[in-house]
């Protein structure tokens, strides 16, 4: 019989790591621990470690054509301002703080200045981040080293196509390595729209009571569209559109923690494939699109630009779904149980009226806060997270499809996700060590 | 001024609002949507786009009849899962100002639409544009837009709701 004594002067061994993301290939089954989503320590590492060190959307170069347009964003949380800079054409990407004591530069959503001045003490800087203006200067007695006082530049910043990211990471590899196969992704969706894409005016800003990561995975999950999405598919129906095919297609990973599904699906797409929402005088235009993809990028790229839908997930909070309509949406947790979402519509530049009126109406009719299927989409989410907070259930499974070829409807893409996610966290996203 | 806007009254104008808002409080939609005109739209434009046009822009909500329509059938559906069980709500309308518009009637006014679900409140604040064509003792609407004065949806999430 044991007594207390050699109870408590047991040794009990380190446990063996165990990490919050469990890829069993031999068993087949892809496991996420919840506390991936609520634990406060998870959440903090995570700002550090994945949104550190990775590149970041920040924005399209279409938002800011002229010199000295500029828009001011919050990336990572982190208020930042994207400004074309008059002399260098550049787009520039600087912290919103004054070099001064701290108060933002830039206190507009958008719009186009010659000089950021903050108003606390009239500190002024242009449009490349130069120190421009120091009322009073000559209290400085040994003079003020305007070089240095510029705004600080975000670390990093590249574009791809028209897409600004950042990083707040120096070292970080250049965008075009980081972004691997899903550059081939955003050239389809580009060269699809003409070769040239913008930025729609008008913002969808909303937040929500779930981790961000739970909308990576919502974002390109086939499986749920059926069963969440009822009512969309039921609308389709009343205006004509015939169901039978439903979604069929596959995932893919795209190396670096991004994936795509690609697959084809009973709604219609501006480029190209009409559908009884556009009307019958559609047809003739969407038949004009589709044989100049086909003059210019051959039968089979361009039966994929008009055919096929992609929802791609570029790691670790960019999303371009190019579906009823292309959507590109970013998304950071403040807190473990919170999301704020920046969305947008991406068209070809200077569509023609009737073109851009369909797109918008396609777009409607599924997306957005006032859209038939993102209020779902947001109830399911903040649904998992409360569920998350009520324990008893510790395990998320996302083996859907790991015994076969990924589909469209499988959970491959998000696993792709889940793997980096797991390498960037390393001993962060461990059970039992930072909770 | 017209015949017609020298009948209208402030309180024939009120009465019509308020019985709108009294429907959708309600939930009945299907009462709520009959006081629209079959060629009417409903149009809610992006907190940072308010002056959007709906052929250039991209707005929140911009329904012709059939899609309002479809958002009636939707919400009346146990599968729009983000109202399902539906919330609670209050549409409360003031500031009303109108003017003659043709044959029409333009109205304007203040709104606050509270809406509670689940332990969650949300406050929508903002401006309604209407034309109202004269009918009879009442109104049909031939237009209706929600001019949203919050600076996003952060708070609220979205709108799933009628405003």
Known sequence: MSTIEDWTTEVIAAPARQPLVVDDQAGQTFRVHRSAMTSPDVHRAEIERVYGHSWLYVGHESEIPEPGDFVRRKVAGRPIFMVRGAKSGNVNVFHNSCTHRGALVCRQDSGNAKVFQCFYHAWSFDSEGTLKGVPDREAYSN?????????????????????????????????????????????????????????????????????FKLLVENSADGYHAQSTHDTYFKYLVSLGTDLQGGVIGEAKRLGNGHAVIEYTAPWGRPVAKWEPLFGEQAKVEIDRIRAELIDRYGEERARTMCEVNRNLIIYPNLIINDIMAVTVRTMFSPAPNRVDVTAWELAPTEEPSSLRDRRLDSFLTFLGPGGFATPDDIEALESCQQGFEGGGVEWNDISRGMGRGPMANDEEQMREFWRRWQQQMGDAADLGGAR | MTAIAKEVTRSDVEAFLYREAALLDDWNLD?????????????????????????????????????????????????????????????????????????????????????????????????????????????????????????????????????
Request: hydrophobic letters at 35%; aromatic letters at 12%.
């Open chain 1, 143 to 211: 003079g003020l080293n305007f070089d240095e006082l510029g705004l600080a530049r975000v670390a990093r910043v590249e574009s791809y196509r028209g897409f600004v990211f950042a990083s707040y990471d120096p070292d970080i590899i250049d965008l075009e390595t980081y972004l691997a196969g899903a550059k081939e992704y955003i050239d389809l969706v580009v060269d699809g729209c003409g070769g040239s894409v913008e930025i729609i005016k008008g913002t969808n800003e909303y937040s929500f009571d779930a981790n």
């Open chain 2, 31 to 163: 009462g709520w949507l009959e006081l629209y005109e079959p060629d009417a739209k409903y149009e809610l434009p992006c907190n940072d786009k308010l002056d959007a046009d709906p052929e250039r822009d991209l707005l929140l909500i911009d329904d012709d009849h059939r899609r309002l329509q479809a958002r009636v059938e939707r919400l009346n559906n146990r599968r729009a899962h983000r109202e399902y069980p539906h919330s609670r709500t209050n549409h409360q309308v003031f500031n009303v100002r109108f003017e003659p518009d043709g044959d029409r009637i333009a109205v304007t006014a203040s709104f606050t639409v509270w809406r509670f679900r689940g332990g969650k409140t949300s406050t929508y604040v903002g401006k309604y544009r209407y034309r109202l064509r004269p009918a009879g003792e009442s109104f049909r609407i031939c237009f209706k837009r929600v001019e949203l004065d919050m600076t996003d949806l952060r708070d609220v999430a979205d709108v799933a709701i009628i405003l």
